[in-house]
């Protein structure tokens, strides 16, 4: 297999290519993959990450391909997650500050009992899609929380993020689950541009504005309702709040701040959840293990996420020449951050294929590392806490009961469907 198949999407529907990452960690850490570095040592990683004068998230975004036009670039910079210091830490400030310690109590609370909800509605049945039937939900109602979106228009975000993060993937791609009789008077106006598959049955570039408008006119009006009546809820609270410079988030801001929750917030733990439970079906002795002791849970979780790593890369665009591994990267030239490689480094973890809940505490870099560090990495944890703590407490342990389909991606490591029985 050559260094190509690691973006090769189709090359992620038998699972990611580790041994190929592996040897190209060994022997080209930093090496050119047609228009890109692919960097796939831990240190070099860190390095890319934690230096944003060097390395820009906004010069040309963060996905490995370029945007189509001058103006879908100009959309993706005015993003969170493609901004550099200082916008990005202005932005990001004001948020932190929305998450206050009464809001996050809150849905903390409600996460776990969400979680056990979500596992005794399936477990008398005996067998489920763990994929489908429980962690498609959990991040949904999580994410309605933080953004107090009314509970019927939840699902509205599991087809948005199908979207963007399936592009790839013909089923997901025009993924339209959520019916205008489902949904309140706020989500209708939506649903009613919601676009659709053109002659060719593409589906308009979700990374673009124009390839999104339900989505923009549902965060349109939200903005504007939560600035109005503001409720108890995260956005609530940032859509109110005014530095002392008498800053505040814009509408324009809070649509990309919905769209970023929306999509990234739930599309990296959808496929956490069950790519966690995947390693446990894997390795039952490590799940037996967790069901004896569950003061084992919170590593567990940590090894899910670096065993797994839901999202597989970003990319960066270099601002100056520099190195990397004595590498030469120019001005201009594309720098894409590998996750998947950099968990898997042996440098850094001993026996890094090895699934293992009882490692001691390692850095792995699923959320990231440096100023753009993961926002919603402690929801994400708590998350994961509560719903494995569920499936031991009604399940015990489960068994595959089926074929797994993973997501056709080079971006997000997904699972579409997970079949478990149980008892």
């Known amino acids: 297999m050559s260094s190509a198949a690691i973006v090769d999407p189709d090359t992620y529907l038998t699972g990611v290519p580790h041994r190929v990452l592996a040897q190209l960690r060994q022997e080209t850490p930093v090496t050119r993959i047609g228009d890109f570095w692919a960097v796939l040592r831990h240190a070099d990683v860190r390095q890319v990450l934690r230096n944003?004068?060097?390395?820009?998230?906004?010069?040309?975004?963060?996905?490995?391909r370029d945007p189509a036009t001058a103006e879908d670039l100009r959309y993706v910079r005015?993003?969170?997650?493609?901004?550099?210091?200082?916008?990005?830490?202005?932005?990001?400030?004001?948020?932190?500050?929305?998450?206050?310690?009464?809001?996050?109590?809150r849905i903390s609370e409600r996460i776990e009992t969400w979680a056990q909800d979500l596992v005794s509605a399936v477990a008398d049945r005996g067998e489920c899609d763990f994929a489908k039937d429980v962690a498609a939900d959990l991040p949904l109602l999580t994410l309605a929380e933080v953004f107090g979106v009314p509970e019927q228009d939840r699902r509205?975000?599991?087809?948005?993020?199908?979207?963007?993060?399936?592009?790839?993937?013909?089923?997901?791609?025009?993924?339209?689950?959520?019916?205008?009789?489902?949904?309140?008077?706020?989500?209708?106006?939506?649903?009613?541009?919601?676009?659709?598959?053109?002659?060719?049955?593409?589906?308009?570039?979700?990374?673009?504005?124009?390839?999104?408008?339900?989505?923009?006119?549902?965060?349109?009006?939200l903005g504007e309702h939560k600035r109005a009546h503001p409720g108890d809820d995260v956005m609530s609270n940032l859509m109110q709040y005014v530095d002392d410079d008498g800053g505040r988030v814009s509408i324009e801001e809070f649509e990309n701040l919905f769209w970023l929750f929306s999509v990234a917030g739930n599309e990296t733990l959808r496929n956490g959840l069950p790519g966690g439970m995947f390693a446990l079906l894997e390795h039952p002795e490590q799940y037996r293990m967790l069901l004896a002791d569950r003061s084992l849970l919170p590593g567990a979780v940590e090894e899910m996420l670096r065993w797994w790593t839901p999202v597989m890369n970003f990319r960066r665009t270099a601002v100056s020449d520099t190195q990397l591994s004595n590498v030469d990267i120019k001005a201009g030239d594309k720098v894409?951050?590998?996750?998947?490689?950099?968990?898997?480094?042996?440098?850094?973890?001993?026996?890094?294929?090895?699934?293992?809940?009882?490692?001691?505490?390692?850095?792995?870099?699923?959320?990231?590392?440096g100023?753009?560090?993961?926002?919603?990495?402690?929801?994400?944890?708590?998350?994961?806490?509560?719903?494995?703590?569920?499936?031991?407490?009604?399940?015990?342990?489960?068994?595959?009961?089926?074929?797994?389909?993973?997501?056709?991606?080079?971006?997000?490591n997904g699972i579409k469907s997970l079949p478990i029985r149980w008892g």
């Open 78 to 105: 005015r993003m969170m997650l493609n901004m550099d210091p200082p916008e990005h830490g202005r932005l990001r400030g004001l948020l932190t500050k929305a998450f206050t310690p009464r809001a996050v109590s």
């Open 156 to 221: 509205l975000m599991f087809d948005w993020s199908n979207r963007v993060i399936g592009y790839q993937d013909a089923e997901y791609a025009v993924s339209a689950t959520v019916q205008a009789s489902d949904v309140t008077d706020l989500a209708r106006g939506a649903l009613a541009v919601r676009p659709e598959p053109g002659p060719d049955g593409q589906m308009p570039d979700p990374r673009s504005r124009a390839g999104m408008p339900d989505l923009y006119a549902y965060a349109h009006a």
């Open 371 to 412: 100023p753009h560090f993961c926002l919603g990495s402690h929801l994400a944890r708590m998350q994961m806490r509560a719903l494995f703590e569920a499936v031991f407490d009604q399940l015990g342990e489960v068994r595959l009961a089926g074929d797994v389909r993973r997501l056709r991606s080079n971006f997000q």
């Open 336 to 369: 894409v951050v590998w996750f998947s490689s950099a968990n898997r480094d042996e440098a850094v973890f001993a026996d890094p294929d090895a699934f293992d809940v009882t490692r001691a505490p390692t850095e792995h870099l699923t959320f990231g590392h």
């Open 52 to 64: 944003p004068a060097l390395f820009s998230s906004q010069l040309g975004g963060t996905q490995i």
